[in-house]
């Protein structure tokens, strides 16, 4: 559900303190208003939670680096581009080399 929606659940039922009223009002399910419900009411927040998922190799200001490094020096060679701008990437690096391997993809594209 969007933030909206989000807020139109929560008025509704405190304005009509009928779940049912205002699934259909909204155009969502019963049970999912339920849900959302007693979601919101347990963690005290609007709110979705944060997925597990790969954390990324690289931070935001590293990526960024790369990638202007990339835009602005098309001719440099794959070693030059890593000395240069991503010393301690190393490319024998299973888990790492997935992750140059884009970024020189991406330089190769621009």
């Not at 790969?54 to 440099?76: C, D, E, F, W, Y």
Request: aromatic share 8%; hydrophobic share 35%.
């Amino acid at each position: 559900m969007t933030n909206v929606e989000k807020g139109m659940v929560i008025a509704f039922f405190y304005c009509l303190w009928n779940i049912a009223l205002g699934a259909q009002t909204i155009g969502q399910p019963w049970s999912t208003i339920k849900s959302f419900l007693a979601r919101a009411c347990e963690r005290q927040s609007l709110d979705n939670m944060q997925r597990p998922g790969r954390p990324p190799v690289l931070r935001q200001g590293q990526r960024r680096t790369i990638i202007q490094g990339a835009k602005s020096n098309r001719k440099m060679t794959r070693s030059d581009f890593r000395d240069k701008y991503a010393p301690g990437i190393s490319l024998s690096t299973d888990n790492k080399k997935e992750t140059w391997h884009s970024c020189t993809t991406l330089s190769d594209r621009l």
